[in-house]
């Protein structure tokens, strides 16, 4: 599909990557870019249509697909980490990650979809990380909700190519935001990540690897798990180092 004149609406909009998605869009010519977060008044950018969304409150989510049924693009951004872990972190906060960004996006797409296929198709992506394909001591519920939002991308892929819908999965290490603050490593700019992903959108891709640490732990998949966790904690000594 092409970006140009398209209607997008993009959750998590107010900050970070999602407010990169948000400004890149206009920039590309979308016709109307629907800009959410929870609380509407936290959204800044100039030339967009703000709607209030909460992507793990049904109702929410039922409201603003309403708002905006003339959508082509849905960009499924919102997201959160709880440095969480599986066995000793607290089960609410693991919970809370899978609401977030597995359900979430989930909820936005099934809502939505009828849209899409009203509109000619459209295009789905589904903001994803590295993480999808390996654990970290200290974030293995982060690991888990998008291990799972990987799963669901490649599965509602399969049921919306019937009314002609792209749904593209975007992997990236880290990226320069709030959430990465702590991290001393090479970080993407959101910027250049939201035009990787609307590249990829234009030219039809399933995937996008959004730079080489994702393409690196990605082409690790092959390796035993023993290889592979090893492999990781080699290269994220590296980053550190770097």
Same mark, same amino acid.
């Not at 929870?38 to 209030?52: I, S």
């Not at 970290?136 to 519920?141: P, Q």
């Given at each position: 599909?092409?970006?140009?004149?398209?209607?997008?609406?993009?959750?998590?909009?107010?900050?970070?990557?999602?407010?990169?998605?948000?400004?890149?869009?206009?920039?590309?010519?979308?016709?109307?870019?629907?800009?959410?977060?929870?609380?509407?008044?936290?959204?800044?950018?100039?030339?967009?249509?703000?709607?209030?969304?909460?992507?793990?409150?049904?109702?929410?989510?039922?409201?603003?697909? $309403?708002?905006?049924?003339?959508?082509?693009?849905?960009?499924?951004?919102?997201?959160?980490? #709880?440095?969480?872990?599986?066995? #000793?972190?607290?089960?609410?906060?693991?919970?809370? $990650?899978? $609401?977030?960004?597995?359900?979430?996006?989930?909820?936005?797409?099934?809502?939505?979809?009828?849209?899409?296929?009203?509109?000619?198709?459209?295009?789905?992506?589904?903001?994803?990380?590295?993480?999808?394909?390996?654990?970290? &001591?200290?974030?293995?519920?982060?690991?888990?909700?998008?291990?799972?939002?990987?799963?669901?991308?490649?599965?509602?892929?399969? /049921?919306?190519?019937?009314?002609?819908?792209?749904?593209?999965?975007?992997?990236?290490?880290?990226?320069?935001?709030?959430?990465?603050?702590?991290?001393?490593?090479?970080?993407?700019?959101?910027?250049?990540?939201?035009?990787?992903?609307?590249?990829?959108? /234009?030219?039809?891709?399933? /995937?996008?690897?959004?730079?080489?640490?994702?393409? &690196?732990?990605?082409?690790?998949?092959?390796?035993?798990? $023993? /290889?592979? &966790?090893?492999?990781?904690?080699?290269?994220?000594?590296?980053?550190?180092?770097?």
């Amino acid at each position: 599909m092409d970006i140009n004149n398209s209607v997008a609406l993009v959750t998590g909009a107010n900050r970070g990557l999602g407010r990169a998605f948000a400004q890149r869009l206009l920039d590309r010519g979308a016709r109307k870019v629907y800009a959410t977060a929870r609380r509407a008044g936290t959204v800044d950018l100039p030339g967009v249509e703000v709607l209030a969304l909460d992507v793990t409150d049904p109702a929410s989510v039922r409201a603003a697909a $309403e708002a905006a049924s003339d959508v082509t693009l849905l960009v499924n951004n919102a997201g959160i980490t #709880t440095g969480t872990n599986l066995v #000793t972190g607290p089960l609410d906060d693991v919970r809370h $990650e899978l $609401e977030t960004n597995l359900f979430g996006s989930l909820t936005m797409i099934r809502e939505l979809a009828p849209a899409l296929a009203a509109n000619g198709g459209g295009a789905v992506v589904n903001v994803l990380s590295a993480m999808s394909w390996f654990g970290l &001591d200290g974030a293995n519920a982060y690991h888990l909700s998008k291990a799972a939002a990987w799963a669901m991308t490649n599965g509602v892929r399969l /049921e919306l190519a019937g009314q002609g819908t792209l749904v593209t999965a975007v992997h990236l290490g880290l990226a320069d935001t709030d959430m990465s603050a702590g991290w001393s490593v090479d970080k993407i700019a959101p910027s250049d990540l939201a035009d990787a992903a609307l590249d990829g959108v /234009e030219a039809g891709s399933a /995937e996008v690897l959004a730079d080489q640490w994702s393409r &690196d732990v990605k082409a690790r998949l092959l390796l035993t798990p $023993e /290889e592979r &966790d090893a492999a990781t904690a080699r290269g994220l000594a590296a980053m550190s180092a770097g």
